[in-house]
């Protein structure tokens, strides 16, 4: 992608407004607009990011047997009234249809799959099944604050299980535990991000989340340096040593929770009567489970981890990063655009996909100052820098792993 | 992917409130269900024909230099009056954050994108920018009906045209006429799909509907048999011949709008006061064009062409179809297997992308009868039946467009 095709406007200022690293940076940089409090517009460099964090994380769930739906924003009072969070959930939005029929924006959706799978499934042998979709959540939040942590509107991840017996949930609450590992570490953060015991329901006496350690989380956990487990501060009373070595030295941390596994036992299922015959023709109950992942609220941990505030840049992780490899020509156009093409070339026939998510070429007739900050806040993993000096010591300067080298000009398209 | 892991469940019986051809076959079939009147979740089978046309429609979008953005469900009430649409829009969803400011579910993003690209860009040299998403829309409508054809929360793709001249619009309004041609024939409707001359506003004498020929349709058009052009009746006062051939005799035909562009002018920037210097330093107007395609309403369009509702079949086109294969086999599970093993390593190799998109394999222990009924609402375009008969006679009965021939076991993989 050329930089002169693209649509990309950064500021110098800090908008007025922002109130976190990654609503300023993200805002400052041209990844999003903010269209209202908590709630955000992605522009193309944001939309990359989350296209990519969408893909890792289905990967990962269809690998444990998930199965992907979609289901919708509105549902009507009567399936909320069903489970009593018509009226005690506070943050629900409500409206009304033309006809005076009260709707629901959906915050989550229990109330929605259950009554879906109840009417598609009657018997045992269509057990355990497991259900996800990506889809825009709704938080009528008092107050909307700290960028995508926050949001009055966001992406999710939910998925939800439904089996037969206790212990199957638990053999697939650990596969989705070990799959979220796996999440976090290919998004470069599983090194930042633990398993944190919270409080648990009627059936079972923990739940479980996931919290990136960052100075700017809304979350308190205590963590066990030994075990890398911690204990989030609300059960912190009942639950004050590691639950997994004892230790009772403990280390207070700042977290940002992006995900979130929980056993809801028949919780939901019962409200909606869920049933199914069992091998011997009885009905039995519904177990169920449910598995959150903020999708928009990963992308902002992912940026207050990777956003070097003193040096005002970011280097974002591979796997999420808008562009794999920036050039920047300093008056040597002639070569950068044959990199560019060579790049572009060796990206098709690898089969890796679009090029234009690949290579990001700056090249507009502005300064080299411009064009290393606007760099600073692209954050390509690999940067290509085209000029005189680099011609002379014998062809492109690359710069990967904070380590720089000189490159042919023949031989840069091994970099894909 | 095997009918033993995937989440199908199909239905002998009609849903008793289906009020249309799509709803009461894609709610039969597995595809869909309905949440509420107007509102569906979208089932594994369903999911994978749409994610397959955004795809189609977000490679002809990026070929005529489309970026891809994503605006949100909810917008502030301020933005809808600027363009006096908060009042005079009977379909719009209103609804209160928690501290009472009033907010919109936008049915449309005109008054959103405009304030975005507004704050990013000053300059004659930012445009012309095309700028589109696929995002849910909403309508208040007072009767929801016809299924996917008329929701109350859809799927659409919106494109946003800025430019500085009446020309360049113009020009652009062709191109984007054309990809829509283009889409439209990659999805299987591009003959009983034709431009439809539909009323125009300030700025243009008319707009134009790419409109899906159909008994079922509830739009009605006059067609041009000589040059496959149309004329919507809402217009068939003021121009009553062919606007391109002057032809008198027209045809009569009902008709699904699944798709229409709009020469906006300056209906919308001029509200928001955006403006962009031009070469000269002065301050000039920017011209507007919006591009509208329903996904989930062209999903219910496909649907209606296709189906046959004497055999009570659908066979989709290939390039939506959620299987391209399906296996059937007749007790000889074994050969089966290694055919399914063979086309999905094909798949693997030939970088076609996930082989459970590709291949379905029928492993359930039910009877050949139920089998086929399935196959029928599945709709693969290729389908491969094994069975005594076809060992015997050397291999495979393979079934595609309409012929059926045997085929050697070893050769099956070709297929694909």
Redesign the interface.
């Known amino acids: 992608m050329k930089a002169t ?3 990309l ?1 950064t500021e110098k200022e800090i908008p007025a407004d922002a109130d976190s690293i990654n609503a300023s940076f993200l805002i400052r940089a ?1 990844y999003i ?1 903010k ?2 409090a908590g ?6 460099l944001g ?1 990359k990011i ?1 296209r990519k964090i969408e893909d890792i994380v289905r990967q990962e769930m ?1 690998k444990i ?1 998930g ?10 009072k009567e399936n909320w009234q069903k489970t009593g969070r018509f009226e005690s959930l ?2 629900l ?3 009304q ?3 005076k029929k009260d ?1 629901v ?1 959906n915050p989550t959706h229990e109330e ?1 799959i259950v009554p ?1 799978v109840k ?3 009657t018997s045992y042998k ?1 057990l355990p ?1 497991y ?1 996800y979709q990506i889809q ?1 959540k ?1 938080r ?3 107050r909307a604050k700290s960028g995508l942590l926050r949001g ?2 966001f992406l999710m991840k939910d998925m939800y299980s439904f089996h037969l017996t206790q212990e199957d949930l638990d053999d697939y609450y650990e596969k989705v535990s070990d799959a979220y590992k796996k999440i976090f570490s290919r998004l470069g953060i599983g090194d930042k991000t633990v398993l944190t015991h919270a409080a648990g329901g009627s059936f079972s006496k923990y739940s479980h989340e996931f919290q990136t350690i960052s100075e700017t989380g809304e979350d308190t956990i205590f963590l066990c340096d030994k075990c890398q487990v911690a204990i989030n501060k609300e059960i912190i009373v009942e639950q004050n040593n590691c639950p997994k070595c004892g230790n009772e030295k403990l280390v207070e941390k700042k977290a940002i929770e992006v995900g979130n596994i929980f056993k809801l036992g028949t919780k939901y299922s019962a409200p909606f009567d869920f049933r199914v015959s069992d091998a011997g023709g009885k009905l039995v109950e519904i177990i169920m489970g449910c598995y959150g992942l903020g999708i928009t609220r990963t992308f902002g941990a992912i940026t207050e981890v990777f956003f070097d505030q003193e040096k005002s840049k970011i280097i974002w992780p591979e796997s999420v990063a808008p562009f794999a490899i920036e050039i920047i020509s300093l008056n040597k156009n002639e070569e950068a655009e044959k990199v560019y093409e060579s790049l572009r070339a060796r990206s098709i026939d690898s ?1 890796r996909g679009n090029p ?1 998510d690949e290579v990001f070429y700056d090249d507009r007739d502005i300064s080299a100052g411009e064009k290393f900050a606007d760099a600073d806040l692209i954050g390509a993993p690999i940067r290509i820098i085209i000029s005189e000096k680099s011609l002379t010591a014998g062809g492109v300067e690359i710069s990967r792993n904070s380590k720089t080298e000189i490159v042919e000009l023949a031989k840069v398209a091994d970099l894909l």
């Open positions: 095709k693209f649509f406007k041209g607009q269209t209202m709630v955000y517009s992605y522009l193309p939309l989350i269809n047997g199965q992907e739906i979609l289901m919708p924003v509105l549902a009507p506070d943050i939005y409500k409206l249809t033309a006809d709707l924006l929605v879906l009417s598609m499934i269509n099944l259900l825009d709704f009528n939040e008092p009055r509107e089969g234009e």
